[in-house]
């Protein structure tokens, strides 16, 4: 991996105002862009914004209908979400190819650990590659940010969890209810003298069964006993007012604060809400004080076959928290004895990122996903809006689609991550470079980390494709990546990865992607209804260009293919 890091360091507020850069669309994302004309930029920071216009369209100087500047920024929160991509892979095992409306790229993506190099304190290192897609011009860069590792047990802070369980009579399934009470009875008993755990249920009416209860030593202390025996009693009972038991976690959570602990509330639901306020708008705004006042963030943990993943989602994102999905006991483990316990401490608040890609070397780029959690470009800077909050040991990774101009040389883009310490808040940033030199190999032969992570993207890819246009009701059809393979094809390139024996994790993302080739009948398109080309159908005939349509940039910010 070609690596390039640059340290900003601690920022001065006054330099906000010098630095803060904006695209021609007022604060897109940049989830697509053209370089149609260029500004030179010194490829370090992003590009000036232009000069504004009038509501009547003329510039500064009087001119009319003059082609705004190409936005070469995106800009986006950080998320560690996985629930999308668990979610799937239940889906696939029950024999049903998942809505499209439920497949978020990025998740699929960060599902999957990833060596990228560790910084020697809180925050986060930059590392950028990419390789070459097949598709003339295009290939994946990859942005990759790590925190450093977890703390031994004893260094950490102790935690105050509010667990907030979903008793509604659906949460009587085999492997919702039952499968969420082994999980946490394992997890009591992981946990160190000095945690705090408080229980919350709800069905109709919501109900703290246990205030904050600090655990003591395992085998002696009464509060570990207490948790199992809550525990051991939790029965399913009537419908979802899931807005209920949002509201009292909070407020369990806030009369149980303790001072110098990690405050979390998780919430274990298959969020099927019919019963009170079923929006996660209106559900948080019940609960705003207690997220901002105190930072208390919300872990999301969804169950079940049939699952709210878009409540669950909003949730997660608006309480500054993240989501995570379980099927089974493994996956709980995985979940309650190494996720959660490694999300009680903090390595960065508000944490967003924002790629700057040259107008001199980059005709046009697109961000894998992230849709909903795109930040206004010129937002990036300003620390009183939302990022994520991310715990140690955490890797995030987002994938690119560029098209650099014909002959590029030199400096590509600059990668850039700002967060608040999580204890002073004090301002930091990190950034990365990468050079259009760094894009000279073929995927095929790139660092298996990117082709693992390319794979699980045109998986999602694929799986939105595939999906009959009758049930689709979310993202566009497809993402419009370059060089999409079919399922089958995808398949091979799964079954070729040299770590395919050792890795579980690749070996369940190769049984997922079989399973949606047998669904789809085996057919070389995968389900595709355009012959698994990216640019198939488009205007251009059989001479066009491959790769996603030059310039042409639908709703949300998929390409059009």
Known sequence: MRTRTTRHGLLAVAMVGGLLLTGCTGGSSGNGATA???????????????APTTPGGEDESGHRDAAPPPDHLSTFALDVDTASYGFARRTLAEGRLPDPATVRPEEFVNSFRQEYPRPDGDGFSVSVDGARTGDDGWSLVRVGLATRGEPDAGERPPAALTFVIDISGSMAEPGRLDLVKRSLGIMTDQLRPDDSIA????????????????????????????????????EPTQSTNLEAGVTTGYDTAVRGRRAGATNRVVLLSDALANTGDTSADGILERISDARREHGITLFGVGVGSDYGDALMERLADKGDGHTSYVSNDEDAREVFCEQLPAHIELRAREAKAQVAFDPETVEQFRLIGYENREVADDDFRDDSVDGGEIGPGHTVTALYAVRAEPGAEGHLATASVRWLDPDSRAPHE?????????????????DEG????????????????????????????????????????????????????????VRDLTEAIDRAVRLTGGRADGGRTDGGRADAGRAGGEGAATGPPRGEIRPGGALAG
């Not at 109709?204 to 202390?221: F, I, Q, W």
């Not at 990190?430 to 032969?445: F, K, Q, T, V």
């Not at 370059?482 to 890795?503: F, K, Y």
Request: charged content about 25%; glycine content about 12%; aromatic content about 4%.
């Open 199 to 234: 229980l919350v249920t709800f069905s109709d009416t919501a109900e703290t069964v246990l205030p904050m209860t600090r655990l003591g030593a395992s085998g002696t202390g009464d509060g570990r006993h207490r948790v199992h025996d809550a525990i051991d009693g939790l």
């Open 430 to 446: 990190e950034s990365g470079r990468i050079e259009a030199a760094d894009l000279d190999g073929s995927l095929r032969e790139a």
């Open 450 to 505: 990117l082709r693992v992570a390319a794979t699980a993207a045109y998986f999602a890819d694929g799986l939105r494709a595939a999906s009959p246009a009758g049930d689709h009701s979310g993202p566009e059809r497809g993402t419009a990546l370059p060089a999409a393979p079919s399922l089958r094809e995808l398949s091979g390139w799964v079954h070729a990865l040299p770590s395919r024996g050792r890795d579980k994790q």
């Open 36 to 50: 149609e004309g260029k500004a030179r930029g010194d490829g370090s920071r992003p590009l000036p914004a232009p």
